[in-house]
C-alpha cells in the first residue's frame, strides 16, 4: 500500500521557520516527480513547490519564492519542505504529493496520483 507521510507542522510565530518532511513508502517515488500544496480554511488546494524526478527542477508559487526550500532525499524516499519568515497567511494544511506519471519535470494538482493525509501549519502575528 503506498502511503505519503508528512511530519513537521505546528504554531510558529510571523517570521519563524518549519521545516516539513514527507515520507513515502509501498514504492519507490525517484522516477516520479514530488511535490507540497496547501489549503487554508475556505480556500481551494494550492500548489506550493514541486522537485523533478532527477531533482535538478525546482518550482515555487509566487507566494512562497525566496523563503521556501523544496529538496529530497531519494535514498530515504523523503521530501522535505524547508519554510523560511513564514506569515500568517502561510496557515493552512500542507500536502504532500507524487506525480501519476514517470521523469516529470514539475507538478500541478491534475497529474497528482498520491496524496499524503496533511499537516497543519498555523503562523500566529
Known amino acids: 500500500q503506498v502511503q505519503l507521510v508528512e511530519s513537521g507542522g505546528g504554531l510558529v510565530q510571523a517570521g519563524g521557520s518549519l521545516r516539513l518532511s514527507c515520507a513515502a513508502s509501498?514504492?519507490?517515488?525517484?522516477?516520479?516527480?514530488m511535490g507540497w500544496f496547501r489549503q487554508a480554511p475556505g480556500k481551494e488546494r494550492e500548489f506550493v513547490a514541486s522537485?523533478?524526478?532527477?531533482?535538478?527542477?525546482?518550482r515555487y508559487a509566487e507566494s512562497v519564492k525566496g523563503r521556501f526550500t523544496i529538496s529530497r532525499d531519494k535514498a530515504k524516499n523523503t521530501v522535505f519542505l524547508q519554510m523560511s519568515n513564514l506569515k500568517p497567511e502561510d496557515t493552512a494544511v500542507y500536502y504532500c504529493?507524487?506525480?501519476?506519471?514517470?521523469w516529470g519535470l514539475g507538478l500541478q494538482l491534475r497529474d497528482v496520483g498520491s496524496w499524503g493525509q496533511g499537516t497543519q501549519v498555523t503562523v500566529s502575528s
Open positions: 509501498g514504492r519507490s517515488f525517484s522516477n516520479n516527480a
Open positions: 504529493a507524487a506525480d501519476a506519471n514517470l
Open positions: 522537485m523533478s524526478w532527477s531533482g535538478s527542477t525546482t
